[in-house]
């Protein structure tokens, strides 16, 4: 089969999965083939040798696989990491959630931050990458994260100021640390997710809790009995109001949310040694 008609036929096999049949699935072939995707339309004539490889790729996306998974890498921030089964896939909201850290970091002139939940490595690599004097410790429960997350370390090699180790929230962490990242479960036990996520992504990324929101409470109440000065952190986008309650309670006082590109809530960033509303210098 040439090119061509392998992608007329994958984009069929596609269009009940995929929102851009034609597109994955020249992504797909181009993946498959080692080459880049305008390589395609240049040499549409070629034919594909041992189709039957390639059908399975296609099957597996079919199948509601996500493309990631599929090829083993996404394309993150400014770099491209590693992903594999057991690791959440990270998703362009989060860099929001750096863009945020790195402006407090290079304003406060942070050196040592801990990431709680680490995944893929997605947030301690690219904040280590934007500064050569920050040190990270970031945590994960879950094994297949902490050996991906310590491979993405690796290949850009920041091994020596990036590092991971196996504990719940920040139990292990001994450092001294004036900051905290996460983008923890957050989702509620009983939210019904598409299958791409549902089906593929590890529940122990996804759920936070019955509520959703158990495991972000108790990350601020740890942040604050640390007595680290910041913590920022991605939430739902329906739980700025009973994180703004749980504040309250707990005499967290200057605390900022923000929201994402397409308008919601999603996330906060609280100073805890300020003890007012001033929430333009957080
Ligand atoms: C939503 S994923 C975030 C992964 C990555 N930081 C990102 O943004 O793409 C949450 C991660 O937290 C980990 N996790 C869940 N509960 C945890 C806990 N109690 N302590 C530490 N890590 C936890 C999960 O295994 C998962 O890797």
């Known amino acids: 089969m040439t090119i061509q008609q392998t992608l007329q036929r994958a984009t069929q096999q596609l269009k009940n999965t995929c929102e851009?049949?034609?597109?994955?699935?020249?992504?797909?072939?181009?993946?498959?083939?080692?080459?880049?995707?305008?390589?395609?339309?240049?040499?549409?004539?070629?034919?594909?040798?041992?189709m039957e490889a390639f059908e399975k790729l296609i099957e597996r996306r079919a199948n509601h696989e996500p493309y990631e998974y599929i090829t083993g890498k996404v394309s993150f921030y400014d770099i491209e990491l590693m992903v594999e089964h057991?690791?959440?896939?990270?998703?362009?909201e989060t860099e929001l959630l750096i863009d945020l850290v790195a402006e407090?970091?290079?304003?406060?002139?942070?050196?040592?931050?801990?990431?709680?939940?680490?995944?893929?490595?997605?947030?301690?690599?690219?904040?280590?990458r934007k500064f050569p004097n920050l040190k990270v410790v970031a945590t994960d429960i879950c094994d297949t994260p902490i050996k991906v997350a310590t491979q993405n370390i690796q290949a850009f090699g920041l091994e020596n100021r990036v590092k991971v180790i196996k504990s719940n929230?920040?139990?292990?962490?001994?450092?001294?640390?004036?900051?905290?990242?996460?983008?923890?479960?957050?989702?509620?036990?009983?939210?019904?997710?598409?299958?791409?996520?549902?089906?593929?992504e590890?529940?122990?990324?996804?759920?936070?809790?019955?509520?959703?929101?158990?495991?972000?409470?108790?990350?601020?109440?740890?942040?604050?009995?640390?007595?680290?000065?910041?913590?920022?952190?991605?939430?739902g986008y329906d739980q700025k109001e009973p994180m703004t309650q749980f504040f309250n309670q707990n005499g967290v006082q200057s605390y900022q949310f923000y929201q994402d590109l397409a308008g919601l809530d999603r996330g906060f960033v609280?100073?805890?040694?300020?003890?007012n509303h001033d929430k333009k210098n957080l």
């Open 20 to 50: 851009r049949p034609r597109f994955e699935a020249e992504l797909l072939l181009a993946y498959y083939l080692g080459k880049e995707r305008t390589w395609l339309h240049a040499f549409n004539d070629y034919e594909v040798e041992n």
């Open 86 to 92: 057991g690791v959440l896939i990270p998703r362009p």
């Open 104 to 128: 407090i970091t290079e304003r406060e002139q942070i050196t040592s931050i801990a990431e709680i939940g680490v995944g893929s490595g997605a947030i301690s690599v690219v904040l280590a």
């Open 169 to 200: 929230l920040l139990d292990e962490v001994t450092e001294k640390i004036q900051l905290v990242v996460s983008n923890p479960p957050y989702i509620a036990d009983d939210f019904e997710l598409e299958r791409n996520v549902a089906e593929y």
């Open 202 to 235: 590890p529940k122990e990324a996804l759920f936070g809790g019955k509520v959703g929101d158990e495991l972000l409470k108790q990350i601020v109440l740890d942040v604050q009995a640390r007595g680290i000065k910041y913590l920022a952190c991605e939430m």
């Open 270 to 275: 609280i100073n805890f040694y300020k003890d």
